[in-house]
């Protein structure tokens, strides 16, 4: 069975960093695409990032320059770093392997 869980998420003033995980357990994270997606509310998921197996990556104009998304293959862990955080960057950050599976989620909260 597949699982995913975030950790990282936290309050940061404007400006700051935070670094997310996503540890994945199950034999599918060395051949899935893996996301990152946030939802504010009133929103549906906002896609952020996608990595594949081979490290090419993808971003949304929103966060390009700003957040990295990265993978480790051996630990099956996927990372989401996040630099010079803006206050609309505050939401619910969700890991997404391949097209079906989710995390829980992990609180980001950005104060001015």
């Keep these: 069975q597949v699982q995913l869980v975030e950790s990282g998420g936290g309050s940061v003033q404007a ?7 996503c540890a ?3 034999n599918l994270f060395g051949i899935n695409v893996a996301s990152w997606y ?3 509310p009133g929103r549906q998921r906002d896609f952020l990032a ?6 090419n990556t993808k971003y949304d104009d929103s966060v390009k320059g700003r957040f990295t998304i990265s993978r480790d293959n ?3 862990t996927l990372y989401l770093q996040m630099n ?3 206050l609309e960057d ?3 950050y969700y890991c997404k392997m391949g ?3 989710w995390g829980q989620g992990t609180q980001v909260t950005v104060s001015p």
């Design 15 to 21: 400006g700051g960093s935070l670094r997310l995980s």
């Design 24 to 26: 994945v357990s199950g």
């Design 38 to 40: 946030r939802q504010t």
């Design 50 to 55: 996608m990595i594949t197996p081979g490290g």
């Design 74 to 76: 051996a630990k099956s």
């Design 84 to 86: 010079n955080l803006k």
């Design 90 to 92: 505050a939401g619910i």
């Design 99 to 101: 097209v079906t599976f």
